[in-house]
């Protein structure tokens, strides 16, 4: 399938919503399964990934839900796009606060988090600013 009808797809918005889940279900599942391994090699608070990935697991549950929805709801994915830009800043302001002092790995892993969320959050709203609003009633 060539990108240009991938990005025309009628399921584009809700492909990118199941992206976000599987991503944030891959993340959770690790760091709620392996906090104090991930917080030696990432030398980042045990604490802090493991209620991070804690949260990633509802956030993927959600996400998850919505995009199940028929038509999908916009106000709430408005709102994802909020969280995920939200939580891309969290992550930047994580590393340059100098709260914490993660390993090379640790910038990496917390780096490729933001960058992901971003993403996610560009296509989210590249979706909804090309999907036909849908009629209140």
Not at 3 to 22: E, K, Q, T
Not at 26 to 48: D, K, S, T
Not at 75 to 86: D, K, R, S, Y
């Amino acid at each position: 399938m060539s990108s240009s009808s991938i990005l025309s797809s009628p399921n584009f918005l809700r492909n990118v919503l199941r992206v976000d889940a599987l991503s944030c279900i891959a993340c959770g599942v690790l760091q709620v399964a392996f906090p104090a391994a991930m917080a030696r090699l990432l030398n980042l608070p045990e604490a802090l990934i493991a209620y991070t990935g804690e949260f990633l697991l509802v956030y993927a549950a959600v996400v998850a839900f919505v995009s199940t929805r028929n038509p999908l709801p916009r106000p709430v994915i408005w709102a994802l796009v909020a969280g995920n830009i939200g939580w891309a800043l969290a992550c930047v302001l994580l590393l340059v606060s100098g709260s914490v002092s993660p390993s090379m790995l640790g910038v990496a892993y917390v780096v490729v988090q933001a960058l992901t969320v971003a993403m996610l959050a560009e296509l989210q709203y590249f979706g909804l600013r090309r999907a036909a609003p849908q009629p209140a009633w």
